[in-house]
């Protein structure tokens, strides 16, 4: 079995109390790591078996070690306080790691927290084995949105990750989600037609915006530009909470999207409180700075917005970066 060494992520380990960070935001999520040493070669994550990246680092966040003893201490202690509502375990799929994830599930889980477990498991039945030993839910990162994208940055194949998901949703609704990544390479219309096939199947979606980290195969790709994440933001709320869906939709050539079936000031008045801008993913992780720098652009906000940030990302749905073409317009 692995050594019972655990990776928490910085703010994690704040508030835990575990290292001492200053933290803007705080987690509401306790985010842990185990494994090293990925058999997989995703082009964006340090962790893949050909990055030169440092191993203590997962997007840009350090994630230091502890005992694991230590962390399931703090995490008990953490949530009898009311400083977390859940834990999100990430595992990097090492050998010999199974084992060792399904302990430290069963050691989460009795802390009284939810437990999702972020991992790629080969079998449905692995996936219940996750669920028996205590998690809450199950996330298998699918991270590109079409099967051309996915080939370019990833290992394995597309459609099999998607028939896990598709067969693990419905074998254990309500309990299974995914990851997507916007800016590998895929148009807004290949992410909005994912999203709403991944709604329609009952996934619930984690969506990030890609952050090239030094010594991965991606370092030098720029993240995606800010009206093309808040466009999709908008999408995948408007998708999720039913005002409108993929079919609804109109895109430019390019895949922009330029309509989304609602009269401006509808949509206007959708948005205007910011929860499309918001971390999404399991209930009550906030993931903070995750995807972004403090006092750079914000991807996903860890809080609620402030009626000048929602009216600020509104405004940035309307940016396509192209000189001439259609473009989203909303009135003013």
């Known amino acids: 079995m692995l050594r019972a060494v655990v990776r928490v992520s910085a703010g994690t380990a704040a508030v835990l109390g575990l290292r001492r960070y200053r933290l803007l935001v705080p987690p509401t999520t306790a985010y842990l790591m185990v494994g090293e040493g990925c058999r997989y070669s995703c082009a964006f994550c340090p962790q893949a078996q050909a990055s030169a990246g440092r191993r203590d680092r997962l997007s840009r966040v350090v994630w230091p070690p502890a005992a694991k003893e230590e962390v399931v201490l703090a995490v008990r202690e953490a949530a009898r306080a009311g400083k977390i509502k859940r834990v999100c375990l990430q595992v990097v799929h090492s050998r010999g790691i199974w084992a060792p994830v399904l302990d430290m599930v069963t050691a989460l889980a009795a802390c009284g927290l939810p437990v999702c477990v972020s991992c790629s498991p080969a079998t449905l039945r692995r996936i219940g084995q996750l669920l028996e030993v205590g998690a809450d839910g199950v996330t298998i990162p699918l991270d590109a949105a079409c099967c051309r994208v996915y080939r370019a940055v990833k290992s394995g194949s597309w459609q099999r990750r998607w028939q896990l998901l598709e067969g693990a949703a419905v074998r254990f609704p309500g309990r299974i989600g995914t990851h997507l990544i916007v800016g590998l390479g ?147």
């Open 186 to 332: 895929e148009t807004e219309r290949e992410m909005l037609e994912c999203l709403q096939r991944l709604h329609d199947q009952g996934v619930r979606v984690g969506l990030f915006a890609f952050t090239p980290v030094r010594g991965t195969p991606l370092a030098q790709t720029p993240p995606p530009p800010v009206g093309t994440y808040r466009r999709i933001q908008a999408g995948w709320f408007l998708i999720r909470t039913g005002a409108c869906s993929y079919a609804d939709m109109r895109f430019a050539p390019d895949g922009r999207v330029v309509d989304y079936g609602l009269a401006s000031q509808q949509l206007e008045e959708l948005l205007k409180t910011g929860e499309a801008f918001r971390t999404t993913g399991c209930p009550d992780c906030n993931r903070p700075y995750y995807n972004e720098r403090p006092g750079g652009v914000v991807y996903n906000y860890p809080r609620p917005l402030t009626e000048a940030e929602a009216r600020e990302c509104i405004l940035q749905m309307e940016e396509c970066g192209e000189e001439d073409g259609d473009a989203l317009a909303l009135d003013r």
